[in-house]
Structures are given as C-alpha cells and as structure tokens.
C-alpha cells in the first residue's frame, strides 16, 4: 500500500478514519452491541468505583483480587457440569453463576483463614488467589482435552473479550451492571456507616456484620458482572484505581464515594468506546489504562493531597523552620550549625555570612523571642487551651489571639509576678 | 517407571519445578511475616509487559532479554508501589493493586498491537508456563547422568533454574541475622547499625529475580502460590523461625513433587487420556498442604498471650 | 522563666557539655507532614545519672528519642553521643523500644531474643558459641527470666516481654540505656525489677535515659528530667527542672490543678 500512495496520505486517512471510529464511538453509534458494551462498562464502572471505595477505606483493597481469581474454579466447574448435562456449556449466565459461586467458597476460605488462623489477612489473599486461579487453571486444561471445539474462549473469562460478543451475553451485562448500581444505592447509607465508623454503626443498631457481607456480595457482583468484559485479573483495577484517584481530590467521605463512582464511570465508557474504535484495542486494559490516566492526574495534580502541592508545601515549611529556629539562636546569642539555616537568613537578609545578625535580624530575632515567651504563657495557662493547641512553633501569635490578650500577656512577661526573671 | 522412561520424561521437569518452588518459598518466608506476602502477586503480574517489552526492543524471544526484560519491569513496579505509597499516602495494598493491574493492562494492549502472532508469546504461557515440556530428549536412563554429550542437552531452564536457587540460598544464609532482627523489630535493627530500608529492597529484588527465573518454566502462578502457601503452613507447624523455613523448604518440594506426579498420572488414573496443567496441580496441592496445615498444625492459632501485665 | 534557664545551660552546656555528655542534641526539629512533632530541641544527658523525658501525651517524647537514635530523620538538627556522631558510636547506645511496636506472633523464642543483642558482636556468620548463650542467659537472669528462655515471645505476659527486652538491652553491654516507656502497661513486679535493674547500671557508671509517664514515681526513680511538650520546657536535677511550675507549662490545661498542687506538696 505505502507504494501507492505516498505515506503521509495513507497516515493521514486512517487517522481521520480512526478518529471518526472514536467519535462515533463515544456518541453510541457504532452498532447495538458495541453500545450495550458501553452502557455495561459504564454501568460496571460506577458499581466498581463505589464498591471498591468502601473496601479501599476498610484497608482490604486486595479483598477483590482474591475474590476475582477465585471465580476461574467455578467458570470451569460451570462448564464442565453443562456439558456433562448435555448442555451447551458456553450459557453464560450459568458460567457466571458458577463464577459466584466459586467467589464465595474463596472468600469464605479467605475468612475463616483470616479468623482462625495466625495468617495475616495479606497472605490468605495470596493463599486463596494462587490456589483457586491454579484449580481453575487445572479445570481449563481438563476441559480441553473433554473434546474438540467445545470449550470455546473460556480463556476469554481471563482478560476478557467483547469481540463477537452474543446480543443476549451484552444485555446481561448491560442489566447485570444496572442492578449491582442499584443495589448499591439502596444500600448506601448503612453501608457509608459501617466503613467510617463500625463502632458507631453498632451504637446505631446497624448490623454490622451483615453489611459486611453485603459489601463482600456487590464486590462478587461486580466481579462476576466484568467478567466478561475486563476479565479476571484486571477485574480488580476497577475496584481499586477510582477510589484511590478520587481519594486524592477530597476529605470528605461522601464525595470520595460520589467521585470514585463518576472515575469508574468514565473509564469504563471512554475505555469501551476506544476500544471499540479499533481493532486490537482489547476492552480490559483499555478501561484500566484510562483509569490510571485518572489517577496518575489526580496523584500529580489534586490541590491538598497531590505530589506537586505536597511537595511545594514540604519545601515552604521546611524553610519556615530553618528561619524559625535561626531567628531564636540569634535571639540568644547561640550559634548556628546548620548550613541551610545561615543561608536562608542570609538571603533573607537577616544576618551575615559570619552568622552575625543584621539590624533587621536583630529585630525579627528579638520579635521571635517575644512570641515565645508569649506563647509559653499562653501554654501554661488554662484560659488560653484552645489557643495553646494550635501551637506548632512557627504560628503567629497574632493569629489566634486579640490584640487585648496579647497586651495582657505582655503584661504579665513585664511584671515580676509568676515570671521569675 | 524404568529409568530409560523417567530420566528423559521426568526427572528434568520434576528438579526444575522443585527448584523453582524453593527459590521462591525461601524469601516468601521473611515476605509473609512482613505482612509483604501479595508483593509476589504484583511480581508475578508485571512480568508480562516486562517479557512484551523486551521482544518489541530486540523482535526475538530470547531467553536473556526476555529475563531482563521481566526482571526490569519487576523492579520498576516495586518502585512504583513504594513512590506512590509514600507520595500518596496510600496503603500499600492499594497502591500495589493499582500498579500491578495497569502493567499488567499495558502489556496485554502491547502484546495485541504487536505482532506476536509468529512467535511463542502469550498470556497464557507466562500464566502457567510448559513444565511439562522441559523434557531432556538426548537421555536414555539414569547413566546419561554421568554422559557428557546428554548433559549438554539439558534444557537451559534446569541449570537456570539451579542457579537462582543457588543465589537465593546464599543470600538467604549470609544475610539471615539482618533480615530476621529486622523483620523482627525494625526500630532495634537501625540502632545495631543495619540499613533496613536497603535490606528491605534486596529482598524484594532477591524475590524478584526467584519469580522470573521461576515463571518462565512454571508460569506465574506457581511464583505465587510458592511464595505464600508453604511458608504459610509453615508458620503453623512450629515457633522458630529457623524451623519455619526448614518446613517451608519440605512443604515446597512435596508440592513440586506430588503436583507434578498428580497432573501427570492422576487423569490416568481416573481413566482420561490426557495430563492436565502441571502448574495449576503445584499451585493447588500447595494450597491442599496449607489446609492441612491449618486445620491440624501445632502452632495453627494466635498465642492468645495477655496484651497486659 | 524557663527560658532563661534554657539558655543559662545552653550558655554553660554547648561549649562544655556537648564534648563530654553521653548524647547531645542540639537544634532538633522532627515533623511528621506539616506539624512538628518536637521543634528546635536542645538535650545535654548527664554521665552516669538517670533521666526521664516528660511531657503530655503526643509532645514529641518517643519522637525525641527515635531521632536521637537516628530511627526517624530530623527535619534538622544534630545528635552527638560522647561527642562524635551517632553512626560512630552505635555500639554504645542499647535501645528498648516501645513494646506495642513489636509483632509478638513472630515465630522466635526467648533466648533468640535477647541473643539479637549481640548482632554487632556476631556480625553476619559469626558461629554462636557457649559463651555467648552463657551471657544471654546471665543478661534473662538479670531480670529474672532465666527459666523462661525456651518460650516463644507470643507466650509471654506483657511485664515479662519488656522484660526480655531489657535482657536484650543488657546483652548489648552499651554505655547509655535509651528506653521508651518500659513501664506502660506492665506489673508491679516488673516495674520493681526493671528499675532495680536500671538503679544497678547507673551504680556501673552507665547512662540511663527513660520515657516516663507516671509524674508520681519521677522523683523516685530519677535523678534528671526533661520537661518536652513540642518544645523544650526545662531540663535538670529533679528538685530544681520538676516542679509546678515546670509541670504547668508542659501540661498546660492538661494537667488539673489539683493535680499539679498535689504534686507540689509531694515534691515538698
């Protein structure tokens, strides 16, 4: 083809011919299936993001990578129990039923490994994930040797596959998806309770125990719900990356539930529509890899929690300090040890390289001494608690007290009384 | 089974599955009592883009760029996962889940677009490898033990395989003091002088190198059960720590052994005609070995100890 | 006022103190994120006495000492044992951490324990001989826990653990004790064995440093404090650095009134 046409023409084509691929794909136009597709990975996005947020802040992220590897014994067992029925093997709603059912005989070893065990929670997710993954994997091979043809992409159910995906298999998902997210909203008051605050949701009467469960039952559904779209093992991403994405953007635990659902959301329809767009764009990492650009934003940039903030927040207070602690040891005729603390003040222009103070030094040092001392009152001082906990060294006095209050201090730093100078 | 049958069809897949469980189950020792244990599954993940990688850079699946390849990307993820735990704030299995899952996308994507379709490369292999392959075609009995020209049709995997263990053995015995004071009671280790940051990256890199080396014949499920199941059971046989590993060491062999043995000859048995995965039949018999272990190990539950006085 | 006292040493100490004082810290600020934890810290350990390190909960006790052991890293400042820096003179420096920060389910048992104390000792591959398991059971026998040297840790009480810890400090024959809260949480028993432990290495000439809660038992056991809440309150002899209105300072609100007044009468 390059010999015919000059190269950057036959670029130039498929890129317009790509981009209206991803156009058309974003705006649900590239046929029934593919947008059943989108409408279950979005659906699926926003169930997983919201479900992994309440796992994420419970600590037991990694809950779910044991609970997906677990579903391979229960695909193959599924299989094998159609076929030997005389069956088709490939019904997928009897596939996934086994999935769950296999889901669960994993998070019930999970927790009775957990309970009555000395095993750490981290190594019985190991245990449950490589055991039950290697069953299935032992399954897998069985059934390819049950007869030929037959076994038809159950490797499918590893990463996942929409290409030539059945009418009838997309309309599962598609409504699978949407009774997981209402679930979900039924039950996210208790549910919000028992992750924030399992002590006071007791208190409540809220049965803790049994939301728990619940918990564990939509992280099934989610699971057995993707399986078919992401597969497996990237099944996980989806429960773990929106949350943590959208952890970065707020405090508050109403929010990072709502964000991590829309994280979810977004990328399960950018990554469908993509991956739609073209051949060899695989649907699971495309919606994974879209979820991390998410994160990767949110880590970079988020105001508050983000690196870049962080980082320039680190670098002001450490500076803050050096000046800080300079200023006393002028103030006390000390020296000074620390390189980074004389350059700062001499840049500052608040003492010479010698580490002799300037005027100005000498004025901010002196100033810096007072508030000490003004703090030490306000410390010892019972009327004063809730200013002295703001107390961290480098807080302006001015800041938490009136001018009047520091005029009374001043007095009593003047005064002999109680001040034994 | 005479020796003409075993020697060539067995003998090289069962040492190099043994091999290959007792490297990984040394260090998965000080990974599980580190509450580090899942760092094998995130290893064992990232290996695949790392293989990918290395066959688009050089177009060939050799060995050697295929294992620095993985053993690169191994090292990047825990890098990753330590960079966006510790900027993050985030708890290390999250942090873990999110870095594992998106190589591990990024190299099923690559794999797709690239034309891999000549070579042997895919997922599946680098999930449960070809054990059963391994076989050694130039012997004909237990003398070519002793036959120079036979041995040098050993396939490259046994003495590979010979030699991580031989390093994660070294390692295991020459740091063995650090690596316990640490794992114990990191705080004291620092004040006796040990760099415990350091020491921690070495183990992680030493399990590293264990799981490639491993999951190029046995797949990477086998890197992970290895890892956690044996020392797991082991820690419920006994209360010393040198004890604990000599268990996980036995545990791991008769998984090797009685997996490969069941995957094998069990379908036989049963009256099937074909062997099933031998790595999925280690990784399982592993997980049989830590229940046996949790349902009758002596030391199985907490030592319920009084927190006070 | 306890500014002026601070300086008065730090005139006296930095020039002097800082060659000979077993651990010398001078201009130390930890910050965990945005908050310092301890801020602009100046210690100068007196040889051969007993010190403990006051303050309220969350003032930065614990902090102090795990910087002064180089186990968290400050934000700035300097340590200096016996003068030089801290990476040289490990050797000297015995630690007891915090019993809570161990996982007692670790599979190790009693003696192994306290064997750990001669790491700088045995180095890498070293052969543990006779004589080594004869002074790690002297060190147990020191604060009796000679018979239990074949339990697993996760079978002892919490007052025989930091027992067996102390053990493990002994082993270590250093020159200054640094222990962090050795009496949380324990029997009276042990409180009485631990001390009279510590009392017999200050009689050895060896430096004693404590993390200490209990106000009522400072003036017992102690021959310094320091007085720490973020900041440096006082530091000295018990009779002069312990006092209300020290106590006042560092516990501001905290303390009650009538706690503070109690102690004063019991101070005399």
């Known amino acids: 083809m390059a010999g015919v046409w000059p190269r950057h023409r036959s670029i130039n084509w498929r890129g317009l011919w790509a981009r209206a691929m991803l156009w058309d794909a974003l705006l649900l136009q590239l046929g029934y299936n593919a947008t059943l597709v989108a409408i279950g990975a979005t659906l699926l996005g926003i169930a997983a993001g919201v479900t992994g947020t309440f796992l994420f802040l419970r600590k037991r992220a990694l809950v779910s990578d044991a609970v997906s590897h677990a579903t391979l014994p229960g695909v193959g067992l599924a299989f094998i129990l159609m076929v030997a029925l005389g069956g088709d093997g490939r019904n997928l709603i009897g596939l996934l039923a086994g999935s769950a059912l296999s889901a669960t005989a994993g998070l019930m070893c999970l927790s009775w490994l957990t309970r009555r065990t000395r095993l750490a929670e981290d190594a019985a997710i190991g245990a449950v994930l490589s055991v039950f993954f290697g069953f299935g994997i032992?399954?897998?091979?069985?059934?390819?040797?049950?007869?030929?043809?037959r076994q038809a992409g159950l490797e499918g159910f590893l990463l996942g596959s929409t290409a030539g995906m059945l009418f009838s298999d997309a309309m599962i998902i598609a409504i699978g998806g949407a009774l997981t997210l209402a679930v979900i909203l039924l039950l996210r008051r208790p549910m919000t309770l028992v992750a924030f605050d399992p002590e006071f949701a007791v208190s409540r009467g809220v049965p803790v125990h049994r939301v728990d469960l619940a918990m564990m039952g939509l992280v099934m559904a989610v699971t057995v719900v993707g399986l078919k779209i992401v597969g497996l093992i990237l099944i996980v991403a989806l429960l773990i990356i929106p949350p943590v994405a959208a952890r970065f953007w707020s405090e508050r635990s109403d929010r990072v539930v709502l964000l991590a659902g829309v994280f979810g959301g977004l990328s399960g329809y950018v990554g469908a529509a993509i991956s739609a767009s073209a051949p060899n764009l695989p649907t699971g990492p495309i919606i994974v890899l879209v979820g991390f650009a998410l994160f990767a934003v949110s880590l970079l940039l988020a105001p508050g929690r983000g690196v870049l903030a962080a980082v320039l927040r680190h670098m002001r207070f450490q500076r803050r300090v050096h000046l800080?602690?300079?200023?006393?040891?002028?103030?006390q005729g000390q020296p000074i040890y620390e390189r980074l603390t004389?350059?700062?003040?001499?840049?500052?222009?608040?003492?010479?390289?010698?580490?002799?103070?300037t005027d100005e030094g000498r004025a901010r040092a002196a100033k810096a001494l007072r508030d000490e001392r003004r703090w030490e009152i306000v410390r010892g001082d019972l009327a004063h608690e809730a200013a002295a906990a703001l107390y961290d060294g480098l807080r302006d006095i001015e800041t938490v007290l009136t001018r009047d209050q520091i005029a009374e201090i001043d007095r009593r730093i003047g005064g002999p009384k109680g001040v034994g100078a | 089974m005479t020796g003409a049958e075993f020697v060539p069809l067995s003998l090289t897949p069962l040492l190099i599955g043994i091999f290959a469980a007792v490297a990984c189950a040394l260090p998965g020792n000080f990974l599980v009592l580190r509450r580090q244990a899942l760092i094998g599954d995130a290893i064992s993940h990232v290996v695949l883009p790392g293989i990918v990688v290395a066959f688009l850079i050089t177009g060939t699946i050799a060995t050697l760029p295929m294992m620095l390849g993985a053993a690169g990307a191994a090292i990047l993820a825990v890098i990753l996962i330590e960079a966006i735990r510790r900027l993050g704030r985030i708890e290390p299995g999250a942090a873990m889940g999110v870095v594992f899952t998106t190589m591990f996308a990024a190299g099923v994507l690559l794999l797709e677009q690239s034309d891999t379709s000549s070579v042997h490369l895919d997922v599946e292999h680098a999930l449960y490898g070809n054990l059963e392959s391994l076989i050694w075609l130039d012997a004909t009995g237990w003398a070519s033990l002793l036959d120079p020209q036979a041995l040098g049709g050993l396939p490259p995997e046994l003495p590979r395989m010979a030699v991580t263990l031989l390093a994660v053995l070294l390692f295991t015995l020459v740091l063995w003091r650090p690596l316990k004071l640490s794992t114990f009671d990191e705080g004291f280790a620092r004040t006796m002088g040990i760099h415990t940051p350091a020491l921690g990256l070495a183990l992680v890199i030493v399990a590293a190198v264990a799981a490639v080396a491993a999951f190029d014949a046995v797949g990477s499920i086998i890197v992970i059960a290895m890892f956690i199941c044996p020392p797991a059971a082991a820690r419920m046989m006994t209360d010393r720590l040198e004890t604990q590993v000599g268990w996980s060491v036995l545990f791991a062999v008769i998984a090797a052994v009685s997996g490969y043995v069941l995957a094998g000859y069990g379908p036989l048995w049963l009256g099937a005609r074909d062997a099933v995965s031998a790595a999925g039949m280690i990784a399982t018999m592993s997980g049989v070995i830590l229940a046996l272990a949790a349902l009758f190990g002596p030391c199985r539950s907490r030592t319920g100890a009084p927190q006070q006085g | 006022m306890t500014l002026e006292l601070a300086t008065a040493q730090g005139q006296t100490l930095t020039d002097s103190g800082i060659e000979t004082s077993p651990l010398a810290i001078r201009g130390l600020t930890v910050s965990y994120g945005q908050k310092p934890a301890v801020?602009?810290?100046?210690?100068?350990?007196q040889p051969g006495a007993m010190t403990a390190i006051i303050g309220p909960n969350g003032a930065g006790k614990s902090t102090l000492?795990?910087?002064?052991?180089?186990?968290?890293?400050?934000?700035?400042?300097?340590?200096?044992?016996?003068?030089?820096?801290?990476?040289?003179?490990?050797?000297?420096?015995?630690?007891?951490?915090?019993?809570?920060?161990?996982?007692w389910d670790f599979p190790t048992r009693v003696i192994d324990v306290v064997l750990m104390g001669l790491y700088r000792e045995l180095g890498l591959l070293r052969r543990i001989r006779g004589g080594h398991r004869k002074r790690a059971m002297e060190c147990l026998a020191r604060v009796g826990m000679q018979d239990f040297a074949k339990r697993q840790i996760g079978q002892l009480s919490g007052g025989q653990q930091q027992r067996v810890f102390l053990a493990r400090a002994l082993a270590q024959a250093?020159?200054?004790?640094?222990?962090?809260?050795?009496?949380?949480?324990?029997?009276?028993?042990?409180?009485?064995?631990?001390?009279s432990v510590l009392k017999s290495l200050r009689a050895e000439g060896k430096t004693v440093v404590v993390v200490h809660h209990d106000l009522a038992t400072v003036a017992d056991y102690f021959d310094n404090v320091f007085l720490i809440n973020t900041r440096k309150i006082a530091e000295g002899p018990v009779a002069e650095a312990f006092t209300a209105d020290t106590l006042q300072a560092a516990y501001g609100g905290r303390l009650a009134t009538a706690q503070v007044d109690q102690l004063a009468r019991a101070l005399g």
Request: aromatic share 4%; no cysteine; proline share 4%.
């Open chain 3, 39 to 45: 801020f602009s810290v100046d210690m100068t350990v």
């Open chain 3, 65 to 103: 000492l795990k910087a002064a052991l180089g186990i968290v890293k400050p934000l700035s400042g300097q340590v200096q044992v016996f003068g030089q820096p801290l990476e040289q003179q490990r050797a000297r420096i015995a630690y007891v951490p915090q019993r809570a920060s161990i996982d």
């Open chain 1, 138 to 149: 032992v399954l897998l091979t069985v059934i390819q040797t049950m007869g030929s043809g």
């Open chain 1, 342 to 357: 004389l350059r700062l003040l001499r840049r500052a222009g608040l003492a010479r390289a010698d580490g002799v103070a």
């Open chain 3, 174 to 195: 250093a020159d200054i004790y640094l222990l962090d809260e050795p009496f949380a949480g324990v029997d009276a028993a042990t409180e009485k064995a631990i001390i």
């Open chain 1, 324 to 331: 800080r602690q300079g200023l006393l040891a002028l103030a």
